[in-house]
């Protein structure tokens, strides 16, 4: 009914191969965009952007990162939150030593700094997979704190360990306030979403699903698994240093090493789990279904006036019975479940 395709011809190979073939999702997609950049700014209240809207877009930019190393390339990962702590504590060192650089140049630099450091321990994954490689990247989370600790001039020598972060100035205007925060995040999450839905589906999208899918056979047509793999694990590292970033500087407003610990990497793993593995919308649903769902606990747990060790351990036992349910009922997450409703609406009243 609603995904009705009668009408739409494509005339042209490009029109066939755009991200959005059918009308209603491009539409769909612009009235989203609109209600996010032109309503919420104006009539949410800071509580609302600053507390849900951005650690939700900024979530969502982290899981896109782990998303393009798990879900599509097919490496575990268990570091995800050592990549966005590099990308935090390399933006706030550079707008430190260097006077007067743009703060979104900053952003961009600490997202190449964690891209090195992602390739760095990416190395172990030519010779390793699975539950070793997932190892691997766990003592990425470990070392990286712990320099984060140990070595004094990337915290600038500071003895409290939290570090307040500068101010977000772009060409003379001051973004200090929730919604403008909350703009920026938008915009710069909008544009790495686009960017790496097109980049999945390209040549370089093609031969990580090809590694993934069978690194072995991949090789034997042609693949290069080195320079396949690394890309792979550089990209994700990106996205999550951009995303430690905009962590630090748009929702938490100090650094700290103690803000990236292995309980976040966890959660960002659970995003993709629940919103679908190997898909970008995947990642949104997924970061909107954690960031809310402890709110919703919240309330529910307040109206029923429940005791306060049954409730401060409540968010965790959900979390463990949905990740059990969506590896044994739906595991390619909420994603799955969207594109089988609009399969179901393309075809109604007609049974399926």
């Not at 209603?24 to 809207?53: C, E, G, K, N, W």
């Not at 650089?101 to 321990?121: E, K, Q």
């Not at 790496?196 to 693949?223: H, L, P, Q, T, Y």
Request: aromatic share 14%; with cysteine; hydrophobic share 55%.
């Amino acid at each position: 009914m609603i995904y009705y395709e009668a009408g739409q011809f494509k005339t042209s190979y490009q029109a066939d191969n755009q991200i959005f073939p059918i009308r209603q999702d491009r539409i769909a997609l612009i009235a989203t965009l609109a209600v996010a950049l032109i309503a919420l700014p104006y009539f949410a209240s800071p509580y609302t952007l600053s507390a849900i809207m951005i650690p939700f877009l900024i979530f969502s930019l982290a899981a896109l990162g782990l998303n393009i190393l798990t879900g599509y390339a097919g490496q575990l990962s268990l570091g995800t939150a050592a990549f966005m702590a590099v990308g935090a504590f390399a933006s706030y060192n550079f707008v430190l030593r260097i006077p007067g650089i743009p703060i979104l140049l900053a952003f961009a630099l600490g997202g190449l700094s964690a891209a090195m450091v992602g390739i760095a321990f990416g190395l172990p994954s030519l010779r390793i997979r699975g539950f070793y490689l997932a190892a691997s990247t766990l003592a990425t989370q470990f070392f990286v704190v712990w320099c984060l600790t140990k070595i004094g001039w990337l915290t600038n020598y500071s003895s409290s360990g939290v570090i307040t972060t500068q101010k977000i100035t772009i060409l003379g205007y001051d973004f200090s306030t929730p919604a403008s925060k909350y703009v920026l995040v938008l915009a710069i999450v909008a544009v790495m979403a686009l960017l790496a839905k097109n980049m999945i589906r390209s040549n370089v999208g093609r031969s990580w699903m090809a590694v993934r899918d069978m690194d072995m056979a991949a090789e034997v047509i042609g693949f290069r698994l080195m320079r396949t793999k690394l890309l792979a694990f550089a990209v994700s590292s990106f996205y999550c240093g951009v995303a430690g970033a905009l962590y630090a500087y748009a929702y938490l407003g100090t650094v700290e090493p103690e803000a990236y610990n292995l309980d976040l990497s966890f959660r960002i793993l659970f995003m993709i789990i629940i919103g679908g593995v190997g898909s970008v919308l995947g990642s949104f649903l997924g970061a909107a279904f954690i960031v809310l769902l402890p709110i919703v606990l919240n309330i529910i747990a307040h109206g029923m006036a429940l005791p306060t060790s049954v409730a401060s351990n409540l968010e965790l036992m959900v979390f463990g019975a949905l990740i059990i349910f969506f590896l044994i009922v739906e595991p390619h997450g909420l994603a799955r479940l969207w594109q089988i409703g609009k399969e179901k609406l393309r075809l109604w009243p007609f049974p399926h």
